[in-house]
């Protein structure tokens, strides 16, 4: 009981940390001249962040199985972007893109759990 609410409050920091940094982006993005093209690089990288510091944040407190807990904290916060996804506009759906956000969360959720357990 005590990792569910370890993982639900990492978790919630985890989107608080991306809505910030896709605020950031939406600014720079309406401030300035880039090109609209670079956009998904921005966005993979609040989700690679994000999921980073959530997965250190987690596991700094568990102290055990970075790799383990890492990867599945990467997994749930994928499943539940992809859920919010689905529910928020036209249903289930595959794509290349999905690949590579789904390793991304995977990857930085291991890496973040390595760290936060050597921390």
Do not use: P, Q
């Amino acid at each position: 009981m005590e990792k569910l609410k370890r993982y639900s409050i990492s978790l919630v920091i985890s989107f608080i940390i991306a809505v910030i940094f896709l605020l950031i982006s939406s600014a720079i993005f309406t401030y300035t001249s880039i090109n609209d093209r670079h956009l998904d690089s921005f966005v993979l990288g609040s989700v690679m962040i994000s999921v980073l510091i959530g997965s250190m944040l987690l596991l700094r407190k568990i102290k055990e199985k970075g790799l383990l807990y890492g990867a599945i904290f990467g997994l749930i916060y994928f499943f539940i972007i992809y859920i919010i996804n689905v529910l928020a506009f036209s249903g289930f759906f595959i794509s290349n893109t999905l690949g590579i956000y789904f390793g991304i969360c995977i990857l930085s959720g291991i890496v973040g759990g390595i760290i936060g357990v050597n921390i």
